[in-house]
């Protein structure tokens, strides 16, 4: 602990930083404009103080112990893939990356666990465990360029959720450095373990607010044997393709993937690919089936669809399948031609799908604007992408989002959470939504959040400002 | 709150008990008695000042109130059916039964999800689920006279956990009523939902020390098809059958439940249901196999099993199966006749079981004492049964166990600690194994739960003395 009774000064907080990281701390002007932002769009008012770019557990305590002798806030950070704010970093904070700590400590397929670094990419780790005939489930459409402590620090889902589960499923233990730079290790190598609260599940999704998470104890799967299946199903309408994605569910067939674009996405995507331009309105499932019924299952799911008015496509081999599955991946460049957008990610019960999607076709008619829509039907999982014309150059700010597109967002928001859904399935709060944290926590749930935050974080630098208002 | 400068005597909390809550409040001396245990058998040392029977969460509501009003512990309580003292309930407490509040609230096949109250039994649940064709997947043994709240507070587990998952991957939403009466709702109905931090799974295994759970959002699987298809085999030692066990699970292969007895085991169960007694040392496993693919994994399993020493037995039909399945399910009745029994329940690593046992049979020399041991082998967690001749009746403080037994005891659970294991898999810490919580959790640990306590509970009425010791 310092003696000093002034606070120390930014240039202090360097020279202790570099006395005790040495070339771990970066002050070139690239890394700190980087750590500025993430995916969101969104960027922090100005450059950080440094980026400490960690390569061992204990680079990240000797970062911590200084931060809290100097009051410094940390922000953890991983490749910086986040969808909401939660990593970008500002002036007077310090960037933690942990992106070079990538090692695999270890595989055991006889426990079904592996134990990793955070910084390491979840492609990476999955190619050296598919080398063993193992994966780790979680799949985030970022997979090849997010981190596995990201993953686990935002509790990333995916396209695979509803049949192999969210991270929160993934993860037997984590070792977090707390606020003052101790090593806590949470969780158990074991499948079973009740002993005194779940502490690794509290961290998963914490978005780096009450510790930093430096090892996982990763819960694996054998990989799923035999070639997946793939079809597409066009519908007249969004609600149609949401009731038949419903109805899939409902018929008790689980498939791998059940994507859903809607007419303004599926229009802009084959604009992109050069595609001939779909009917109006017309919107599309993508479905894909795995395992040793993958065949079967295909077909009993194509059933349903037919029934449901799709118009049905079934892939006849991996090739074709791989052109159909190409569309729905190419949505995020379509939209990036659009305009700026603002990427939403509400999550509602399945059997109300098809009600959120004529909450959206209210939303753009009230408020006028486009919500072209990619959905995770399968588990209910909707990423509403908000198209606007930003003013110029983002500047300092990060993109200025109009006050009507905030408007219609917030109208977004409180449709799914009318409809027993979630303001965030998968991409966590971070700056982008904790302005309405409290109206799905309520005060009382809320209140013990930001009690829990005070136990790990007494003196309120970790990450302060995210995910809290 | 009271405004009394002195605490409220019993008589006035009873007083204030029946004034708010009528026949809700039960005084009998039978009740009181029960209240006084659960099946571990320990018990509190003496009577509590009340059993509340609430039928609503407003009774629970009501009880909690007047219990911080006037700083009187409350004890929640299932069907009574723990194994680790966790719902035992003493002088100047309040025990607080959930068991009345029973209701199927909503099921949902749409959505794989049910809402129910906490009080209803696991298996009364899972008979309504199944003639919809739905299942909730966590089968502690006590599945028939265990509560879903109580699974829920001591995050049960079962046979089924390696393929099915823990309470923690079946729980989507928890409704809890804080130390003060407030109602809060924690969790979600989507698949999806990373909102603030996981509140829900927090919950999950608290033992009632921070909220009493008042009604579940229960997340359903979709009843297996098909037959099941069962197996036995013997081996010469128990070390055997524990390394054939795991090299099943390194195989790849993945049974619904694969169960270990060990000589002793074998022994006592053979002379309960008078079936001739087995050679000296022969340990056995029980495997079955669900599904589409039940059969060809079972006769895989064979494979692996007769390749590991094993003398494979596989069942010709449903019949013969569920005669191999009675002498499992023989465990407990037949160590009932041995003495009395101190049931513990680590859990290791699936690849350190066969490391277990040779610590088990290390302590039984050690020691001089008897542990005849069943163990859930496809997930690595263990039931050792310390047997002892208790002196006499169990008396005020329940069963007296001696302390060799309790040295021996000691000794088990940090040899699990050792292989990377945890002191209970699916009981719970309880009054039973809070010596050893801080031994397995670090300081450091220990004082964030203690800190987490402290913000759900901070007058410290919820389930006082239990888990944290």
């Known amino acids: 602990m310092t003696t000093d009774a002034a606070a120390p000064g930014p240039?202090?907080?360097?020279a202790r930083l570099r006395a005790a990281l040495g070339d771990r701390v970066d002050l070139g002007a690239d890394g700190l404009e980087a750590a500025r932002a993430d995916k969101s769009g969104h960027r922090s008012t100005g450059r950080p103080l440094a980026v400490v770019?960690?390569?061992?557990?204990?680079?990240v305590q000797r970062t911590l112990r200084i931060a809290t002798e100097t009051g410094t806030p940390v922000v953890p950070r991983g490749a910086g893939t986040g969808l909401a704010g939660a990593a970008?970093?500002?002036p007077g904070e310090i960037a933690l990356s942990l992106r070079e700590m990538t090692r695999i400590l270890e595989v055991r397929a006889d426990d079904l666990l592996a134990v990793v670094e955070p910084g390491i990419l979840n492609a990476d780790l999955n190619a050296a465990l598919g080398a063993q005939g193992l994966w780790w489930a979680p799949d985030p459409a970022s997979r090849d360029i997010s981190t596995v402590?990201?993953?686990?620090a935002t509790g990333a889902g995916g396209l695979l959720c509803a049949k192999y589960g969210v991270v929160?499923?993934?993860v037997?233990?984590?070792?977090v450095v707390l606020a003052d730079g101790r090593l806590v290790r949470m969780g158990h190598r074991s499948v079973k373990g009740v002993t005194g609260y779940d502490l690794t599940a509290l961290m998963i999704g914490s978005e780096g607010t009450l510790g930093v998470v430096v090892g996982a104890t990763l819960k694996l799967r054998r990989l799923v044997p035999g070639a997946p299946r793939t079809l597409t199903a066009t519908f007249p309408t969004v609600r149609a393709a949401a009731a038949a994605a419903a109805a899939v569910t409902a018929s008790g067939l689980q498939p791998a993937t059940l994507e859903l674009l809607d007419a303004a996405a599926l229009a802009a995507i084959h604009d992109l690919l050069g595609l001939p331009a779909p009917a109006p309105g017309l919107a599309q499932l993508t479905v894909q089936t795995d395992g040793p019924a993958a065949a079967s299952e295909s077909e009993a799911i194509a059933r349903v669809l037919a029934a449901a008015d799709g118009t049905v496509s079934l892939a006849a081999d991996a090739a074709e399948g791989e052109r159909l599955l190409q569309v729905r991946r190419s949505m995020?460049?379509?939209?990036e031609r659009l305009g700026t957008t603002l990427i939403e990610d509400v999550s509602v019960p399945r059997s109300a799908l098809a009600e959120m999607f004529d909450e959206i076709a209210r939303i753009e008619r009230?408020?006028?604007?486009?919500i072209p829509t990619v959905a995770h039907a399968g588990d209910g999982n909707l990423h509403p992408n908000f198209v606007f014309d930003a003013p110029g150059d983002p500047g300092d700010a990060g993109v200025d989002v109009p006050a009507h597109i905030w408007d219609a967002a917030d109208d977004l928001f409180r449709a799914a959470l009318r409809l027993g859904g979630t303001l965030t399935g998968e991409h966590g709060i971070g700056v982008l939504k904790r302005r309405w944290l409290r109206d799905e926590l309520g005060d009382d749930q809320f209140a013990l959040q930001r009690g829990i935050k005070q136990v790990f974080d007494p003196d309120g630098i970790l990450n302060p400002g995210k995910v809290f208002a």
């Open 11 to 14: 240039a202090d907080v360097i």
């Open 149 to 152: 402590g990201g993953n686990i």
């Open 366 to 370: 009230e408020h006028g604007v486009v």
């Open 88 to 90: 970008n970093t500002g």
């Open 332 to 335: 995020h460049p379509a939209m």
């Open 168 to 170: 929160r499923d993934a």
């Open 53 to 59: 770019r960690a390569r061992s557990v204990e680079d």
């Open 172 to 175: 037997l233990a984590v070792d």
